[in-house]
């Protein structure tokens, strides 16, 4: 794909906690910015009020695994709609802090919870040919409207579990995610690792183990790659 402005791009952006994401993720929207890009910023879970709302309730409150993901989905499906979709039918590029990886990830990976149920909310909640709007055909891009809305790229920023661990030691106050054991990362990291290998030219491993300068690079690299950035 060419950085065709009229074109949406849907890029997210993974990892285990203190992988160091956000301060790559604002670099491109500049990056993007700079080259007459729109762009949308956002996040899951969260990116509308009502997201946001449900975001509070998925860190902080004790629920059960099924719950979580049936909120999760919940925010994510309000965030699809109303922010993404459109977003891309007006040619932004999205760059969305985590999405569906993350589920599987956290959710499958590192509670557990049964994969086959969440690719089943996956279906259910990122199906968009049911808005009947113009946009659910423009997001097809070439005439056809896709099954379900999926990043184009996803970045997953690479980190041991051991050292995000040293990094978010004493940052703040840990959510119940951040307040997880070192194994439960472990778990979610082979989330990820899964998730790359079941759909590899979606995905982009960058090892986060290096100076966030040596990070950058790579992530430009993957951009300038694609010829989405110069
Ligand atoms: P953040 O701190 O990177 O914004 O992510 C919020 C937390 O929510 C993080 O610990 C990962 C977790 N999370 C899930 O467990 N499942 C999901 O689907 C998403 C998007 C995030």
């Not at 690792?193 to 993957?222: C, K, Q, Y």
Request: net charge neutral.
């Amino acid at each position: 794909m060419t950085n065709d402005t009229t074109t949406g791009l849907f890029i997210s952006f993974e990892g285990i906690d203190g992988a160091g994401k956000s301060t790559h993720i604002s670099a491109l929207a500049e990056a993007f910015k700079a080259q007459g890009r729109a762009v949308t910023l956002t996040r899951e879970p969260g990116g509308t009020a009502l997201a946001e709302k449900l975001r509070t309730l998925i860190l902080n409150d004790a629920m059960d695994a099924l719950t979580e993901a049936l909120l999760i989905f919940a925010a994510r499906r309000d965030h699809l709609t109303t922010v993404i979709v459109p977003a891309l039918a007006r040619g932004d590029v999205v760059l969305c802090d985590r999405f569906t990886d993350a589920t599987f990830a956290y959710q499958g990976g590192g509670r557990g919870f049964d994969l086959d149920v969440l690719s089943k909310l996956e279906l259910w909640a990122q199906d968009v040919q049911g808005l009947g709007r113009d946009f659910v055909h423009e997001l097809g891009r070439k005439g056809a409207a896709p099954a379900i809305v999926k990043p184009d790229l996803t970045i997953w920023f690479d980190l041991p579990p051991e050292e995000a661990a040293k990094r978010l030691a004493g940052a703040r106050v840990p959510d119940k995610f951040e307040a997880q054991p070192v194994e439960f990362f472990r778990r979610v990291a082979q989330g990820y690792a899964d998730r790359m290998a079941a759909d590899p030219l979606r995905f982009a491993r960058i090892d986060a183990n290096r100076p966030r300068e040596a990070v950058w690079t790579s992530v430009h690299g993957v951009f300038s790659g694609r010829g989405w950035l110069p």
